[in-house]
């Protein structure tokens, strides 16, 4: 017998029960008892747990991943792929966009690319690749991100995927930015919140987002009062949308535009509130990230010791991510404290290796600057 399909409202209900729920098996048992349930029903679930999983990375990185880890096992327990590949989307959200683990969330986008592939769903393997992009240029594969961009973009733009669009180009911004292009990633940027401001109240998460990355690119074109305005505004609505991990993103990088100013103790109490709060929701990487920038101000500041103290712990961790980007910044930081303690052998060791590592990866504007 065909199970009878239910409401709307129900498989919210039920969406929202399986999210507040904290033990995987206890998880796993209110799903198993919900199924069967018909294709129509099982994939409306299916978005709502995706949704619900994009939402948490940005809130309770821990429930995240147990959320994509329920939406996986649908696919599993009501042998449907494509829900398969939706928890494995989410999962590469977890890894990539909230725990910093690039080499993870790749794999899991394309796991998920895959499964779209044999399904002949050209649109949703585009839409695996969104968070591809931004995993590729953190660990420094720039020119295969923006190939994957450039194909993805063209599949938007054909099936009128104005929501997908729209992430996606953020993430060719945030790439356009990290290599500092940035005019090519405030048009990128522009061309974002365009779409957003027709899609209304929906987009206004990621319009946020895009408000954050703009902020940054402010900054670095000595915009320092709209970085300052933007950064604030995207403090305020992450905080009204209870997304305390995108808020702290926010004061992280309003103590960056602070740092350029020369407000250095400024800038360190509010990387102090930022890394408190990635610590207290097991985001590591995001954590050594704010200590990078503290050595920044340390070194402003004249404290050489403290940041050698702090140089090993970093640069393993992301040594271990494949953020090799940010172990150049960190030796950069070493190479630097050296100089401050007359010590200019091993300057100009740490110099020599970040400049390495900048060429390695073909970031030309990094290893210049070393």
Known sequence: MTPSAPSSDEVSNLAAALGGLTDPAAQRARLAAALPLPAETRAALAQALKQQADRLVRADIQQARRVAELLRALGELANDPACTALGLRALGNVHALGLGEFAEGLACYDAAAAIYGRLGDELQEAQSQIGKIYALSNLGEYDAALAVGRWASEVFERHAAWPALAGLLTNVAILHGRISQDAAALAQLDRAAAICQRLGADAQPLLLTIRLNRAILLRNLGRFDDSIADLEAAWAGYRA?????????????????????????????????????????GRLRHAMLVELFVSNCLLQLRRFDEVLDKAPQIRALFAELGASFEVGQALLNEATAHMGLAQPEAALAALAEARAIFAAEGNAVAAADA
Request: charged residues 25%; hydrophobic residues 45%.
């Open 241 to 281: 949308l209870g997304e305390t991990e995108s808020a702290a993103r926010a004061r992280q990088n309003l103590a960056l535009t602070y740092f350029v100013l020369g407000r250095y103790n400024e800038a360190l109490q509010l990387l102090d509130e930022a890394r408190q709060v990635f610590l207290e929701d």
